[in-house]
């Protein structure tokens, strides 16, 4: 039961950060009540008490910067979800920061590969080309957050099959691509097709690729940090190719 309400506590808290656009939702300090009561007012029921409340606020912290211990039910899942990924987004952001002075650098957008009915949280995050390191995560039955594998790194763009429905990841760099077609099979997330190519006269660009192919981009967000003290810039990317900015971590895109 005391699972449950904390992640109830943990959505209205987050959800309640979040806007269009943020102003500085990087940091790393969450405000969090916990609230106990005493049967009596002796000296002994009162440190009771404050224990109680100290454990409680552990829990609400850990559930918002790692992942979710509650054996949650699926409607609740489907509730919880926004929450459960926009605290992990801002660990993953402010733990590369807290290793580059600051320098940040992420793109996030979201598919649902298993078809259940929550999408996967498509995740790249780094410094730069060099050193980017894209991952699908998911959630179980439980609400934890669960890696389905490294997918690519620099140089590439998500996208998705208009036939399947599958995600596509586009590499590109300096004249040469490939797409890579991932499918959900046998509770797992599979490379199940490549496609390389080179950009020359008889395919002038990779939007001919992906036109020829049937692939459209998806709507990402993309944001990024120098160092502290500039602060962090968001861009949500539609597929259309219009652009919207934001002043600090924009989360309310979940898909």
């Known amino acids: 039961m005391k699972k449950i309400i904390a992640l109830s506590c943990l959505t209205a808290v987050l959800l309640a950060g979040c806007g269009k656009p943020q102003g500085d939702s990087s940091s790393k300090t969450e405000n969090t009540t916990a609230q106990t009561t005493a049967a009596d007012t002796t000296a002994e029921d009162t440190t009771a008490a404050d224990t109680t409340a100290e454990d409680t606020t552990a829990g609400i912290t850990d559930a918002e910067t790692t992942t979710h211990e509650a054996d949650v039910p699926a409607g609740g899942l489907m509730d919880m979800y926004p929450a459960i990924y926009q605290s992990f987004i801002k660990s993953e952001f402010e733990r590369v920061a807290s290793e580059n002075d600051g320098l940040a650098s992420i793109e996030f957008a979201f598919r649902d590969v298993d078809a259940n ?70 509770g797992a997330l599979e490379l199940a097709d490549t496609y390389s190519f080179e950009i020359n006269e008889q395919t002038p660009s990779f939007e001919d690729v992906l036109t020829e192919k049937g692939v459209r981009r998806m709507d990402f967000v993309s944001a990024y940090q120098a160092d502290y003290s500039s602060g962090i810039k968001s861009y949500f990317y539609h597929a259309d190719g219009t652009t919207d900015e934001f002043d600090g971590l924009y989360l309310d895109y979940m898909g």
């Not at 009915?117 to 957050?145: H, M, Q, W």
């Not at 890579?180 to 099979?185: F, L, N, R, V």
């Open 117 to 186: 009915g929550i999408p996967e949280l498509i995740f790249k995050r780094g410094t730069c080309e060099a050193d980017y390191a894209s991952n699908v995560f998911t959630l179980d039955s439980e609400g934890e957050i669960k890696d389905l594998g490294l997918v690519g790194g620099g140089h590439s763009s998500f996208c998705y099959d208009e036939n399947t429905g599958d995600f596509v990841l586009l590499w590109g760099h300096m004249g040469a691509g490939s797409l890579e077609y991932y499918a959900w099979k046998n």
